[in-house]
């Protein structure tokens, strides 16, 4: 069983839409990084978070510890959002990451 | 180069060859880590190095892989006598340092076809 678990596994969209992914985690943890890749591409860092909210543009990420989850938002999505976002939880003293399987957000136009 | 760069960005090869998969970090970066993604599944970690030394090979599958560092910045992951499950994107990322407030950088990947 992942540690990790993502939802939903597939997202379709239309443009416009406010998306919002999820990620539960089991491990102990003192950083959440939510992470994009698009397809053939590399992964780019989009945030990483030990506590409360962050925001980059169009994108919102929040982190509850106690719960255990975090979720991350795009408003006003569009289709050069479509990608993978995947979530990964490091926990000790390096950085040896559980990653979740990723959610496949597909934006229509 | 400004990111992390992984050479080559395909590889083919055959069943019971050796790879040598390469990764440039960004300059100054100490702490370097080799990911392996398998097909409709995250990543999954492999090795941690900080500085020359691996920090955490916990993640290496068996003893057909090893990886280097030797001069703390350029690192090689090797593959002996592949195997068609080797077949996989391996990832390289790079931070700032070990500890868990560093950004993560990564590279496009090496994607690697064992027939």
Sequence with gaps: KNEVEQSPQNLTAQEGEFITINCSYSVGIS?????QQHPGGGIVSLFMLSSGKKKH???IATINIQEKHSSLHITASHPRDSAVYICAAGGGSNYK???G???LLTVNP | GAGVSQTPSNKVTEKGKYVELRC???SGHTALYWYRQSLGQGPEFLIYFQGTGAADDSGLPNDRFFAVRPEGSVSTLKIQRTERGDSAVYLCASSQSGSNTGELFFGEGSRLTVL
């Design chain 1, 31 to 35: 950083a959440l990084h939510w992470l």
């Design chain 1, 57 to 59: 543009g169009r994108l």
């Design chain 1, 97 to 99: 990451l559980t990653f």
């Design chain 1, 101 to 103: 399987k990723g959610t």
């Design chain 2, 24 to 26: 440039d970090p960004i």
